[in-house]
């Protein structure tokens, strides 16, 4: 189904007026407006009660000045959100963003996303997203330190356990946490672990945290290709990006058996036949925060390629792991003919509308972000339980969870999909089977 049902036209026309140029939100929507159809058919009581208009409503948006100091004593200043989108099935929850594009529009569509893909966790969580068009890079780590210090003074106050916990997303990593939760500790005079995910492990972190969107995202695929007689073991595989949740994604592809061959970032891709080390992966990106281009300048056989696309390489598996909107339908038409057999989204959105009919109506594979990334922000509530408990559990005991949820995750989307007669098409089992969740919640408390 590629358009939306009649029924919800004017849902989504409501949308669209209240939320003009919010390209990203609109896009979200609409994908996920094109699911729904199928339940209001089937349970048409889901559409009563404005339920649908009021899951596309964010409950609260907040927008802040964030001023501070440069190293040169200069004053910036940067524009701060917090979109606390659904709170039906728990605290609001979802990354913090720091990159110049971050705009109100992109915040709502994660934050939007972010409650399907918590639902469909199944954990106790609601959805959120915030950040800044502050840009880290080429940024001291006093500076970084500052931002974060001043981002927090005005965020804590929306903040709380029980309430909205954050965590990281691009440009927001254990850095920037310690940073965040040091500041909320001392304004508020609590040690309340809980307020923040993704904290380093000496002060209240999870084991696999770090790991997990990459991995949570490579047992999701792993498993959609057994579900179709295939596994990762000698594939040849790209991987977009070459942040957090590439690297991750590299390593457990790599435990499978398969070969990560390129990555990328914002300025270029790197091809290595012989597959990604990733000891000089991880000390470039993890280490030394260079560019990629740098693994090419130090191990030999490898190229950086400036021109073109990380998706010009041929791969049996693409896994888009950088941004919202990198892979076009072009890059889709390049892949199938390239012999893609799956695609699985690390990121959030990453493909165009248009990449993912491609896929579909040519039988690849397509596991959405909502879906296939959600191992990272259930591993953050894995890290809410072991705070909760005061406890602190094994990497192995936690990935095992991780492993297990991405199961759960996975199956759930294959059933729904097939119940509603769309067998192997998990952009609606995804969609579906998250809203159901909330729309569970929401019907429960009435009209609020
Ligand atoms: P990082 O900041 O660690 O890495 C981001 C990577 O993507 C970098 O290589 C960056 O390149 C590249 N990138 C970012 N913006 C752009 C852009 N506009 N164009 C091209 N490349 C870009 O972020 P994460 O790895 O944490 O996040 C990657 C994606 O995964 C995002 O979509 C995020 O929302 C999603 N995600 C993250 C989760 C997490 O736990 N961290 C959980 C679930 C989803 P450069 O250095 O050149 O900017
Ligand atoms: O997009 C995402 O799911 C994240 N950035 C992780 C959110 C979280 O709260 O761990």
């Given amino acids: 189904m590629t358009t939306i049902d009649e029924k919800l036209q004017p849902i989504y026309a409501d949308v669209l007026r209240r939320n003009a140029g919010e390209t990203e939100f609109l896009q979200a929507v609409h994908e996920v407006l094109e699911s729904l159809g199928r339940v209001v058919t089937k349970r048409p009581e889901y559409a009563d009660n404005a339920l649908i208009e009021r899951i596309c409503e964010p409950e609260r948006q907040i927008i802040f000045r964030v001023p501070w100091v440069d190293d040169r004593g200069d004053v910036q200043i940067n524009r701060g959100f917090r979109v606390q989108f659904n709170s039906a099935l728990g605290p609001y929850k979802g990354g913090i963003r720091f990159h ?41 780590d006093n500076e970084i330190m500052r931002f974060c210090q001043s981002f927090m003074t005005e965020l804590y106050r929306h903040l709380g356990e029980y309430t909205d916990v954050p965590a990281g997303d691009i440009g927001v990593g254990a850095r920037e946490i310690g940073y965040m939760f040091g500041q909320y500790k001392r304004i508020t005079n609590r040690y309340e672990a809980g307020v923040l995910t993704g904290k380093g492990l000496v002060y209240g972190g999870s084991r696999a945290r770090k790991e997990a969107t990459g991995y ?121 003919r390239n012999g893609v057999i799956a695609v699985g989204e690390g990121a959030n959105m990453p493909s165009t509308p248009d990449a993912i009919r491609n896929f579909q109506e040519a039988g690849v594979l397509f596991a959405p ?19 909760a408990s005061r406890d602190s559990w094994t990497f192995d005991q936690t990935e095992a969870r991780l492993a297990d949820i991405m199961r759960n995750i996975h199956d759930n989307c294959a059933a729904t999909a097939e119940e509603y007669g769309v067998p192997n098409d998990y952009v609606v089992g995804a969609n579906i089977a998250g809203f159901v969740r909330v729309a569970e919640a929401m019907n429960a408390f009435g009209v609020i």
């Fill in 216 to 336: 949570g995202a490579v047992y999701f695929v792993e498993r959609m290709l057994g579900a179709n007689k295939q596994a990762f073991a000698g594939k040849r595989a790209v991987v977009s990006g070459s942040g957090n949740v590439a690297v991750y994604t590299i390593e457990k592809i790599t435990e499978f058996g398969g070969k990560v061959i390129a990555c990328s970032d914002s300025n270029g891709y790197i091809v290595d036949e012989d597959g990604i080390d990733l000891e000089l992966l991880k000390d470039i990106k993890e280490v030394r925060r260079e560019r990629i281009s740098e693994y090419a300048r130090r191990k030999t056989g490898t190229h950086y390629i400036e021109q073109g696309s990380v998706w010009d390489v041929p791969c049996d598996v693409a896994m888009p792991s950088a941004t919202q909107n990198e892979l076009t339908g072009k890059d889709a038409a390049t892949l199938i």
């Fill in 369 to 387: 972000g909502k879906a296939a990334n959600a191992g990272g922000v259930a591993t953050s509530a894995l890290e809410m339980q072991q705070n």
């Fill in 100 to 140: 110049p594009s971050v705009n109100v529009g992109i915040i709502k569509f994660l934050g939007f996303e972010q409650t399907f893909k918590n639902a469909l966790t199944g954990m106790p969580i609601g959805g959120g997203k915030g950040g800044s068009d502050f840009n880290p890079r080429g940024r001291s």
